[in-house]
């Protein structure tokens, strides 16, 4: 079996990006308005095992690479020891909310608690932006807050899912330890736009796949990648486990979307 999603695999993606003339971007800095030339925005949602999160974040920082990097407000994720290092190496770090699905739908409670962590957050770093944390198992979409409330009233710049411009940004996730995990994804894929980019051969499955097609200038200026730092280990027994373990998830993911 080809080894694929370790953190060496890892490197060499960032590598060959910097080799193609990106340059990388924070969301905050996207939301702020630098917009302009072939640029990528690394996205990392630390769902659980933030000192992988710490691996990446130091891969990142000896390339002089800034990316940014969720935190859920639970105890898988949060670690604030971790949270003020990865800030510290000049990376942006915001709140990977799921609030909607914690307080059971209940959108003015869910907008109370988003506050609190959010405050919590600020405690120990700056915080520009928020993204959704996908809970595929939860009836509840989280984002669904802002239909009622005005994060920017929180001095939030933006949210990937509501305020990225897709018309021009490619999105590529690693949802699935594959990159058309879309597929099964209940909702870490992005509406309306998946169909054009598949005609337009920017569908890959493995990292290498991206590789290739960056060593042969096919990807588009401007690119989102999001990445699950748990998902990416040296090869040993916990990259084994993930592997096996998230086969059983995509199992279960798939039945979810079938019953949807
Ligand atoms: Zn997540």
């Given at each position: ?25 924070t ?34 920082h000896?390339?002089g ?57 600020r ?24 239909k ?86 040296d ?7 993930e ?18």
């Open positions: 079996m080809k080894q694929d999603f370790t953190r060496n695999k890892y490197r060499q993606l960032l590598v060959i990006l910097q080799t193609g003339g990106y340059s990388f971007i969301f905050a800095d996207y939301c702020k308005g630098e917009k302009e030339g072939r640029f990528v925005i690394l996205r990392h949602d630390v769902d659980l095992r933030p000192d992988f999160s710490l691996a990446t974040a130091k891969i990142e000896e390339l690479i800034r990316s940014v990097y969720y935190f859920r407000a639970v105890p898988e994720s949060w670690d604030e020891t971790i949270i003020k290092e990865i800030a510290s190496m000049g990376h942006e770090v915001g709140y990977h909310y799921e609030s909607l699905t914690t307080c059971s739908g209940n959108v003015e409670a869910a907008y109370d608690d988003f506050k609190k962590h959010l405050k919590e957050l405690c120990l770093t700056a915080v520009e932006t928020i993204c959704m944390h996908g809970s595929p198992r939860s009836p509840y979409d989280s984002k669904d807050i802002w009622s409330y005005d994060y920017k009233s929180l001095n939030i710049l933006g949210e990937p899912y509501l305020s990225t411009d897709f018309s021009k940004m490619l999105y590529l996730t690693d949802t699935g330890r594959r990159w058309d995990g879309y597929k099964a994804s209940v909702r870490d894929k992005i509406e309306g736009f998946q169909e054009e980019w598949n005609e337009k051969g920017w569908s890959f499955h493995s990292t290498d796949d991206i590789i290739e097609a960056l060593q042969e200038n096919r990807l588009p200026d401007c690119l989102m990648i999001t990445t699950h730092p748990q998902r990416w280990s090869f040993d027994v916990s990259w084994l486990k592997l096996i373990l998230q086969n059983i998830k995509n199992v279960v993911k798939r039945v979810i979307v079938t019953f949807k």
